[in-house]
């Protein structure tokens, strides 16, 4: 098996950039996830109630975030100071220290698009997240992503899917890190650990899917695929199933072609 594609997303909910290589760390990729819109109340803010957000892609470039609008056809600069003090915001049961964007241009341009006052924060390297030690291990963390570091998808699940739906969807809809080609539908099912060069990751739990993969990218509108096929031979425990969550035990750089061992 290889890795067949790597996605970083700067920005929660916001589009994904691919990469040919990716430094893996503890929180997962470098610079996955580090930014995230939270609302007045601290709350995080994502693509499943503001649909529009997935239309806006952001390019990470040193100490400057570039935001391109497809919709609107706008784009804007952010250059990255962040305020000395930290606040606390909240990602679904968890919270998380962060810090907001000084001298921000960002939080109106955002907040017009989407009709609400929401803000840019930022995940620093002393801002600690732990993962849910319901799976995870102590002293594992993650970033602003849902659960942890890392999503891992599989390119022949995707075919058996695609196989079942009217309209086959990209794997872009599952907002994956590392997408691996397999042998085998769903034999992701059975991962215990891969291991990529240096680099070490443990399957973690099959990831429970949201409204989310059944919003088009391009177009902001929503339908009930993938959810409804997926739901049909894809639910446990009354979650709707596709990709497995995991964490990096051993860091290190992979590429897009590099090999997967299965350990």
Not at 37 to 43: E, M, T, V
Not at 66 to 74: D, K, L, P, V
Not at 152 to 181: C, G, W, Y
Request: net charge positive.
């Amino acid at each position: 098996m290889k890795i067949k594609s790597i996605y970083s997303y700067p920005v929660k909910s916001l589009s994904g950039n691919k990469l040919e290589s990716a430094m893996v760390e503890n929180r997962g990729l470098v610079n996955d996830r580090r930014f995230m819109f939270i609302n007045n109340d601290k709350q995080f803010i994502t693509a499943r109630t503001h649909h529009s957000l997935g239309g806006i892609s952001v390019q990470h470039n040193k100490n400057e975030l570039i935001f391109s609008n497809r919709f609107n056809r706008t784009q804007i600069k952010q250059t990255v100071g962040l305020s000395p003090e930290k606040i606390t915001a909240t990602i679904w049961r968890s919270k998380s220290t962060c810090h907001l964007i000084e001298n921000n241009v960002i939080d109106r341009w955002i907040s017009e698009f989407v009709g609400e006052s929401i803000r840019l924060v930022y995940m620093a390297d002393d801002d600690i997240r732990n993962v849910n030690r319901k799976y995870g291990k102590t002293g594992e963390i993650v970033s602003f992503a849902d659960g942890y570091p890392i999503l891992i998808t599989n390119t022949k699940s995707l075919e058996d899917l695609n196989n079942k739906l009217e309209q086959p969807i990209p794997m872009t809809r599952f907002r994956p890190n590392l997408v691996i080609d397999g042998n085998l539908p769903w034999e992701e099912d059975n991962w215990k650990k891969v291991k990529i060069g240096d680099v070490i990751i443990r399957m973690v739990k099959p990831c429970a899917r949201c409204v989310v993969t059944t919003i088009d990218p391009e177009t902001g509108e929503m339908g009930n695929e993938p959810l409804h096929t997926l739901s049909k031979f894809r639910k446990e425990n009354n979650k709707v199933l596709f990709g497995i969550n995991a964490v990096a035990e051993q860091f290190g750089v992979i590429h897009a072609g590099d090999v997967v061992e299965l350990l």
